[in-house]
């Protein structure tokens, strides 16, 4: 693969923003929670790229979790597509990553717009791949949501015929179960050979396998934080793909981080945000669809997980001082993760004393090294 898009150097445990194009994942009505604004969302994405964070990531949603209230927040999300031209256009060093809903683009106008992205990235875009889950978002678009392993195989034609526009220098047919593509080319090119990284966050066995088979790096929701567990979630991606793909794919997991003077203070602010403030509304929406279209998780365990999808979309807890937050990044980088998309109540305020108090202690822990910015911010 290309070694100059950042999400490919070394570091041990890479960073990534995620959700900064919308209004954030938490389900919470405290007044801080973030709401992107053009200014905010660029800003954000600046500070992550002096920082050396390695990935950008946006989510993409068509349309919020409660029927019937057009302007519930969680459907207030800016496309990623045009978010991510821009924001490459504002930014120097971060991979700049794309969310696309295969069956809303057809695989023609993505290849295009992912190339054109490459080039006003300079090569270092990438594109997380989802097959959509929510009904009614994708039923919005006049067809059924598809059963969901054909949801992958659907996603597996799409892929290919994306790449392969990327890649061939001459026209070609495609007649598959889904797509009929007659003649087909693309150009300009992506900067990156032979494509831009992909993500995929499948976590059923059919999703873990279309990651392993596809992605260069896949996203899990850890179901624990015992070494044991996380290391048996990484190895079930790395393991598939080695052995039945011959590839080497990294895994990646969310997280949210509540960062405090004390553990107990974190505590008491996570508890506030996401237990006093619930958007129990939103929350009940939004886990009975996941209960009803995804298969991360069974239905139980969701339940179970509530609290954590209130205060991060199920990433994983990063709550305490930034010595606790690093033992907990430790604890991932033991377990064989190689990098997390972070997510905080208050973006702005919670990326500047990350970057502040926590990079230095995840240097110091041999997790990062230091990021100069060199050449990248300099030329
Ligand atoms: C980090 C992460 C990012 C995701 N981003 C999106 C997104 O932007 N839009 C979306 O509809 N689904 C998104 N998903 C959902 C996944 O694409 C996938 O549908 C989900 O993990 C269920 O997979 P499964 O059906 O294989 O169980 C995301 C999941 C994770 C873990």
């Known amino acids: 693969m290309n070694t100059q898009n950042p999400v490919f150097n070394g570091n041990r445990m890479k960073l990534g923003t ?50 019937g209230q057009p302007d ?14 821009a924001i490459s256009a504002s930014t120097r060093y971060s991979a700049i990553f794309s969310t696309s809903h295969a069956p809303t683009y057809h695989p023609i106008v993505a290849a295009k717009q992912c190339a054109t992205i490459d080039i006003i990235s300079n090569g270092r875009f990438g594109l997380n791949v989802v097959g959509g889950w929510n009904r009614p978002e994708l039923e919005m678009f006049g067809r059924p949501l598809q059963e969901h392993d054909q949801r992958y195989d659907y996603l597996g034609e799409w892929l290919e015929i994306v790449s392969r526009l990327w ?17 087909a080319v693309s150009a300009p090119k992506p900067v990156q050979r032979p494509r831009p990284p992909i993500m995929n966050a499948g976590g059923s066995p059919r999703g873990v396998r279309f990651a392993a088979q596809h992605a260069d790096m896949c996203f899990v929701v850890l179901k624990g934080d015992d070494p044991a567990t996380i290391a048996a979630q990484v190895n079930e991606y790395k393991d598939l793909a080695r052995q039945e793909f011959g590839r080497e794919v990294q895994v990646w997991s969310s997280a949210y981080v509540v960062q405090g003077e004390t553990d107990e203070q974190a505590q008491a602010y996570l508890h506030r945000y996401s237990v006093e403030h619930e958007d129990s509304v939103a929350a009940d929406a939004w886990l009975k669809a996941l209960a009803a279209e995804a298969q991360l998780m069974p239905p139980e365990a969701l339940k179970a997980a509530r609290s954590r999808f209130v205060a991060g979309a199920g990433g994983f807890p990063l709550v305490g001082t930034p010595e606790t937050i690093v033992k907990r990044l430790s604890l991932l980088a033991d377990g064989g993760i190689d990098g997390v998309v972070l ?7 919670g990326l500047a004393r990350f970057t502040r108090d926590v990079l230095p202690l995840m240097e110091a822990a041999g997790l990062r090294s230091k990021f100069g910015g060199g050449d990248v911010l300099a030329a």
């Not at 929670?33 to 600046?46: E, F």
């Not at 890649?167 to 003649?183: I, L």
Request: net charge negative; charged share 20%.
């Open 18 to 67: 995620f959700c900064t194009n919308g209004k954030g994942p938490n389900l919470t009505t405290v007044p801080e929670s973030y709401m992107a604004t053009w200014p905010d969302t660029r800003k954000l994405a600046q500070m992550a790229d002096v920082a050396g964070f390695e990935a950008i990531v946006p989510y993409s949603r068509w349309k919020g979790f409660v029927t």
């Open 343 to 349: 997510t905080w109540v208050d973006f702005m305020d």
């Open 167 to 183: 890649q061939s220098d001459v026209a070609f047919d495609h007649h598959g179960k889904f797509f009929n593509v007659v003649d």
């Open 72 to 85: 519930d927040r969680t459907g207030n999300v800016m496309d990623p597509f045009t978010w991510a031209a």
